[in-house]
């Protein structure tokens, strides 16, 4: 799909999923490597985690062990995103 040719709005938004994507398989095979096998380990529970609540019809998010709620915030400058171990860090750090 990045070969062809798409509009420059939406070959932005292909390039986020693309780093989104490539980051969460790079901590899948931490997971892996690290054998972290239960949601109790601090692997698992160091990862910022998205969540549905049906009865509220809103998400929250999970990190350690914080509970937040999504507020709707601004979520940062999605054409320079770089997602880093140390961005993994600073997420646990700020919560």
Same mark, same amino acid.
């Given at each position: 799909m990045v070969q062809g040719d798409?509009?420059?709005?939406? +070959?932005?938004?292909?390039m986020c999923l @693309?780093? @989104?994507?490539?980051? =969460?398989?790079?901590? @899948?095979e931490? /997971?892996?490597v690290e054998k972290c096998t =239960? =949601?109790?380990? &601090?692997q698992w529970q160091a990862q910022l985690k998205?969540? &549905?609540d049906t009865e509220k019809s809103d998400f929250f998010f999970r990190i350690?062990?914080?509970? /937040?709620?999504y507020g709707y915030e601004y979520? $940062?400058? $999605?054409? +320079?995103?770089?997602?880093?171990? /140390?961005?993994? +860090?600073i997420y646990v750090t700020a919560t």
């Amino acid at each position: 799909m990045v070969q062809g040719d798409l509009d420059k709005p939406l +070959r932005q938004k292909v390039m986020c999923l @693309i780093t @989104i994507d490539a980051h =969460s398989r790079d901590i @899948i095979e931490k /997971l892996h490597v690290e054998k972290c096998t =239960s =949601s109790d380990d &601090f692997q698992w529970q160091a990862q910022l985690k998205v969540y &549905f609540d049906t009865e509220k019809s809103d998400f929250f998010f999970r990190i350690a062990d914080a509970k /937040l709620w999504y507020g709707y915030e601004y979520l $940062g400058n $999605g054409p +320079r995103l770089v997602v880093t171990p /140390l961005t993994d +860090r600073i997420y646990v750090t700020a919560t």
